[in-house]
């Protein structure tokens, strides 16, 4: 047989991408919440946005209308905030004996916002260091 060791998934040079785990302990397999963020940003604008949520129902699930609502739009607070709730709408979460639905429900809308404006912020950045080398050439 075979063991898979890795996956790699190649991003696109304009991505960013955030993780987040909630858990109890950081060595525990199992998240009560988990989300992942993929953003494409091109000129201050949402090209592409990809959000993944981990215990928001009985398996992992894209929060579609988020990434639709979000792609287009400058990646502001109040845009990100909105996404974030609409993923919380979109998703299914159940109890179990590690979280609540109601818990679940509440911290998707947290998670998600922070880790766009993460993936946003580190475009900024790498796009800042990139001007500033080409001008100092």
């Given at each position: 047989?075979?063991?898979?060791?890795?996956?790699?998934?190649?991003?696109?040079?304009?991505?960013?991408?955030?993780?987040?785990?909630?858990?109890p302990?950081?060595?525990?397999?199992?998240?009560?919440?988990?989300?992942?963020?993929?953003?494409?940003?091109?000129?201050?604008?949402?090209?592409?946005?990809?959000?993944?949520?981990?215990?928001?129902g009985?398996?992992?699930?894209?929060?579609?209308?988020?990434?639709?609502?979000?792609?287009?739009?400058?990646?502001?607070?109040?845009?990100?905030?909105?996404?974030?709730?609409?993923a919380?709408?979109?998703?299914?979460p159940?109890?179990?004996?590690?979280?609540?639905?109601?818990?679940?429900?509440?911290?998707?809308?947290?998670?998600?916002?922070d880790?766009?404006?993460?993936?946003a912020?580190?475009?900024?950045?790498a796009m800042?260091?990139?001007?500033?080398?080409?001008?100092?050439?």
């Amino acid at each position: 047989g075979e063991v898979i060791s890795g996956v790699e998934i190649p991003l696109a040079r304009e991505a960013s991408s955030a993780y987040t785990k909630l858990g109890p302990r950081r060595a525990m397999d199992i998240a009560v919440a988990g989300a992942a963020v993929v953003l494409t940003l091109d000129r201050g604008v949402v090209r592409e946005a990809a959000f993944a949520l981990g215990g928001a129902g009985p398996t992992p699930i894209r929060a579609r209308s988020a990434e639709d609502y979000l792609t287009g739009r400058p990646p502001s607070p109040e845009a990100i905030s909105q996404a974030g709730k609409m993923a919380a709408a979109g998703s299914n979460p159940r109890t179990s004996a590690r979280a609540g639905r109601e818990y679940r429900l509440s911290v998707i809308p947290l998670r998600l916002p922070d880790l766009a404006e993460r993936c946003a912020a580190s475009r900024r950045y790498a796009m800042n260091l990139l001007n500033k080398r080409h001008f100092h050439w």
